[in-house]
């Protein structure tokens, strides 16, 4: 699907405790795989988490336009997410995103249960001076499955990117380049996260 206009991207960071873990990954099953299944307007969802025990967790959400967002948010299977989550998530940030690259395989895909596949989540500021060029030099390390570059919403040199890999090693290969080109910027994060469920319409593009 080559996007005609900048979808709604946002990045959660959810909170729980370990107890709700099995419950909270349920739900979010149901949410996605349903969502994927019933919502042409709903591009892409995944649910990973950072921490051995599952409590600390980070969803991206990809919508085609406010109007689809509406149609999943009153879905059945959202209402249900998120009445079992106000019970169980205890902590809650969200971050609006403006895409700056979008890309994901030629196929669509939906995986959940045991799988290999792991995210990178990197997090950094730059100078408006540096940031064409570092654009650049990552357009040249998109990850073969999802490779989505952002920019915090009204925050133009504030980056996130998040990429998919089919299983470590695939992530490390990148790694190293990935820091040379980042050297020399300003609060640099980078976080590997485990996926639990992800889907994506396919052919996701925007340049």
């Known amino acids: ?22 419950d909270f990954v349920a739900e979010g099953v149901n949410n996605l795989l349903t969502s994927h299944q019933n919502e042409a307007g709903t591009l892409a969802m995944y649910a990973t988490h950072a921490d ?4 600390i967790n980070y969803i991206f959400e990809m919508y085609q336009d406010q109007a689809h967002y509406q149609i999943h948010a009153e879905s059945p299977q959202f209402k249900h997410f998120a009445k079992v989550a106000q019970k169980i998530v205890t902590g809650r940030d969200v971050t609006e995103l403006q895409p700056e690259s979008l890309l994901s395989g030629n196929k669509g ?11 990178r ?7 408006s001076a540096n940031k ?11 990850s073969q499955i999802t490779s989505y570059k952002a920019t915090i919403k ?31 910027v300003s ?5 590997t996260l485990k996926v639990d469920t992800m889907v994506s319409q396919k052919n996701i593009n925007l340049n």
């Open 1 to 22: 699907m080559e996007l005609q206009k900048i979808p709604i991207f946002r990045m959660y960071r959810l909170i729980t405790n370990e107890k709700d873990r099995d």
């Open 52 to 55: 051995k025990s599952g409590t």
């Open 109 to 119: 895909f939906s995986v959940s249960g045991e799988n290999p596949y792991l995210a």
């Open 121 to 127: 989540l990197v997090e950094f500021s730059t100078d």
């Open 187 to 191: 609060d640099l994060e980078i976080k």
């Open 132 to 142: 064409s060029k570092i654009k650049t030099e990552l357009s040249k390390l998109n």
């Open 154 to 184: 009204d925050q133009p040199n504030q980056f996130v990117l998040f990429d998919i890999y089919k299983n470590q090693n695939d992530l490390n290969e990148s790694l190293d380049q990935l820091k040379k080109i980042l050297i020399g």
